[in-house]
């Protein structure tokens, strides 16, 4: 991975300038706000940036480009935070920090939303509730628009709906250069196509804009299983998931019950199997279409049901707090094995700390739509995102739990597909990033090289500039 930290000394006669015109706070090391301005949410990144810009706006993002750029500055650029490697920070450098740009605009006629670069999903989800609709997004409410979007967006409505991406429709961006672009399928389409998978890397986005759909109440949410019907269970879901119509989704995992409500306190610490489903179609058959995910073993508790999309796409936000430690692994499968299953099944029961987990993604139905070659995601034969995470709040525990996560990653990857989604990586380097692009990397490396020829935009999984 590219160097994420800078020493570089800027004069106090050039900083007071640069404060002067942003309309956002600037937070230096020393102030009060400063500790609490650099945290993440990975609690494993505990980096030290030298400035923290808050902005509140598009110019506010130009001159903090401009300020970096002139002064040979390190920039990390933060969205929702959330990005496994902390892509979101950086030692001595500046980190520009969009969260105060949240805001929203749905237009209930086109059908479409539009959202600044700070926003997270549940700003969005809040936006477009009323009318009854929403994008495809992720799986929780708390991550950001900015990193999800740009490496794709896997979640509830992709089987129905596509990636993220495939219903991002244009985007707001800053340049290296410090110039204002909008990209879209009209204006600089080769940028719109880089976007559109190939993550932080051709410069700030200070505002998306999404295509929407009818989706108001859902029927959906987890449906829990005993660890020893697990075989059984991941043997239905692969063979259920890959033929069901698109308007129902359901990712499987292995959890530890949390000990609250509404668990009930037998189950409370026991690892399980876990479906939590989406069913996007018809409310009346919803009952009809789950008989047969109920009639599969004994559900040890059954929560799924209607619910308001914006409840299921929060459902899961209180359980992980930022700060955790998080270490995660991460690959695309095609064919889902017998073999596979039963070392799924393995290591998925021994979880190393409660709040450690292994999830499989549905990527087909509408995911599959979109030729491999039509923006820079470019996975499209896949049927399933693995991505496996020890999770913790107490540093201690790393070592157990990302021994766990690599053998169990190392074990599954001959029969994954090579490379991995790469919002659900840690920094792994060039080559696993080149592997999560396949063909499309040299596209991207010259795209990065019109836009981004000085790598100004490095703190992100890096696509280098071709020479
Ligand atoms: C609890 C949790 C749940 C998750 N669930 C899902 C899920 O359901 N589906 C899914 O697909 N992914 C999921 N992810 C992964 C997530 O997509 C990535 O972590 C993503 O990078 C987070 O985006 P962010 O804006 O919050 O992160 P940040 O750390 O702010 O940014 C991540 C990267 O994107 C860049 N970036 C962010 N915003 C912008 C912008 N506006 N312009 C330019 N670059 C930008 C950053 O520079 C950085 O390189 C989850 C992550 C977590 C921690």
Known sequence: MAAQSSTVVVDEATIASFKAQL???LIQP?????????????????????????????ADVISCVNFAREGGLLVAVRGGGHSAPGLGTCDGGLVIDLSPMDGVHVDPVEKTVRAEGGCVWGDVDHATHPFGLATPSGFISTTGVGGLTLGGGIGYLARAYGLTVDNLLSVDMVLADGSFVTANAEQHPDLYWAVRGGGGNFGVVTSFQFRCHDVGTVYGGPIFWPLDQAKQVLTFWRD?????????????????????????????????????????????????RFEPIRAVGTPAMDLAGPVPWPALQSLFDALFPPGLQWYWKADFITDLSDQAIDLLVKYGGQLPTPYSTMHLYPVNGAVHDASPDAMAFNYRDANFSEVIVGVDPDPANNERMIEWARNYWLALHPYSAGGGYINMMMGEGSDQVRASYRANYDRLAQIKARYDPHNLFRVNQNIEPAK
């Open 23 to 25: 309309r956002g706070e």
């Open 30 to 58: 020393g102030d009060a706000a400063y500790d609490e301005a650099r945290k993440v949410y990975n609690g494993m990144f505990d980096k030290r940036p030298r400035f923290i810009a808050r902005c509140v706006d598009v």
């Open 240 to 288: 259920f998931i890959l033929g069901a119509p698109r308007d129902i989704n359901g990712w499987f995992g292995f959890v530890a019950i949390p000990p609250a409500p509404p668990f009930p306190e037998q189950y409370h610490g026991q690892t399980m199997c876990v479906i939590v489903w989406c069913y996007t179609g018809d409310m009346d058959q919803a009952a009809a």
